[in-house]
């Protein structure tokens, strides 16, 4: 019953987070830290060790992601959403695949987490992608759909419904903040690093 209440504010709170997200709103952060805090026990307790481990990282990078954000001595030197060139998203996919595999492994060996493999791809996917969200990267929208997708699976598997059901409510709301951010990065000048 206790975890089932913790889920409720966590559910409420990633989803305001989003929210705010979609909008570069700063308080998005704020948001984040509070779930973060309430998953990692959450995903602690229902066996899957490397999204409980996940949820530190997230609380780390609500803190950057406030700093960057909130870094700025002008308008000139807000930070902008950019777009990544084509090998960096390779990069990316070939990083997160050999360090899911790698962890899978170790977890399938050594621990009784749940669905190791899926486990870690998600978690090393997320790393990647709040990174990418925290420096305003326009394709981490596309990479959270991939993510969120696979992870409403995990999640239904380890019976947490609701975070199940917040992760579908994601899908329809990474929709919107990928089009929101795609709107804002066609007013300026196409960004590619």
Avoid at 113 to 137: E, R, S
């Amino acid at each position: 019953m206790v975890i089932l209440f913790l889920e409720i504010f966590a559910v409420f709170s990633a989803i305001l987070y989003l929210i705010l997200a979609a909008k570069e709103d700063i308080k998005c952060w704020y948001a984040a830290l509070f779930s973060s805090a309430l998953y990692m026990y959450i995903m602690y307790t229902a066996g899957l060790i490397m999204e409980s481990f996940l949820q530190i990282f997230y609380i780390c990078m609500a803190i950057y992601g406030w700093y960057i954000w909130s870094n700025k001595i002008n308008e000139e030197q807000e930070l902008k959403i950019t777009s990544w060139k084509k090998q960096y998203h390779v990069y990316a996919i070939i990083i997160v695949t050999l360090l899911a595999i790698i962890s899978g492994f170790l977890l399938e060996k050594y621990t009784q987490a749940a669905l190791p493999f899926l486990d870690a791809f998600t978690t090393w996917g997320a790393i990647i992608t709040t990174y990418m969200v925290a420096k305003k990267i326009i394709e981490n929208w596309i990479y959270w759909f991939v993510i969120d997708s696979i992870s409403i699976y995990l999640f239904i598997s380890r019976e947490l419904y609701l975070t199940s059901l917040l992760f579908f409510i994601y899908l329809i709301i990474i929709i919107f903040g990928y089009r929101s951010w795609m709107k804002k990065l066609n007013a300026n000048e196409i960004n590619i690093f």
